[in-house]
């Protein structure tokens, strides 16, 4: 009977299991270098990403920068014209006013009817008060509603005060005529405006 054969196993699984073993280890090795280069790919992303951010963020800035002096600038140039606008608006002013007191009397002649006596004359920018006597209250009425229709310059005329009055006979009068010369009349004010020269060429 011949003796059995014995064959020693371990060395060979020893060798298996370290050959396991260092494939293991160099899968993690593999996995841990590939994690650390994509940690540094994603860091790298991340840097270039935020410089570029950071460039457009300057480019937007300087944009912001010129863009608030181009608006100083307007805003300036809309000051200067405004300015020259109210200057330019002033001399129209000083020259329309110089020729206004000559325009009123004219005006006023022109529109006071028959029996209608201006005694007084006041102005204050653009209103006007008047004073007269009248032979009539309708003679105070016609005159109001003529200033009122038919006038391109005077506006909203308003009656202050009527009331009938006697005119002393003229000085030099003899005692017996002097009754006879004296007479009654209606002694009237009134409020007009002068119309703004913008309006009073549309009428």
Do not use: C
Request: glycine residues 6%.
């Amino acid at each position: 009977m011949q003796p059995p054969i014995l064959i020693n196993l371990l060395p060979h699984r020893e060798a298996r299991r370290e050959q396991r073993k260092r494939g293991f280890l160099g899968v993690l090795a593999g996995v841990a270098v590939a994690g650390v280069a994509a940690v540094f790919a994603g860091g790298l992303a991340i840097d270039q990403a935020i410089e570029q951010q950071a460039r457009r963020n300057q480019f937007i800035k300087g944009e912001n920068t010129k863009l608030d002096a181009q608006i100083a600038e307007i805003r300036a140039l809309r000051e200067e014209i405004a300015a020259l606008r109210a200057r330019q608006q002033a001399v129209e002013n000083l020259q329309s006013d110089r020729t206004l007191p000559v325009r009123l009397f004219d005006e006023l002649s022109r529109l006071t009817p028959e029996g209608v006596l201006l005694r007084q004359l006041r102005q204050d920018e653009r209103k006007v008060s008047l004073a007269g006597h009248a032979q009539s209250n309708d003679r105070v009425a016609e005159f109001l509603r003529i200033l009122s229709e038919k006038s391109p310059w005077l506006e909203r005329p308003e009656l202050g005060e009527i009331k009938e009055v006697v005119l002393p006979a003229p000085p030099g009068t003899r005692d017996k005529d002097r009754e006879r010369e004296s007479r009654k009349v209606y002694e009237f004010s009134l409020n007009l405006l002068i119309r703004r020269s913008d309006t009073a060429g549309g009428r």
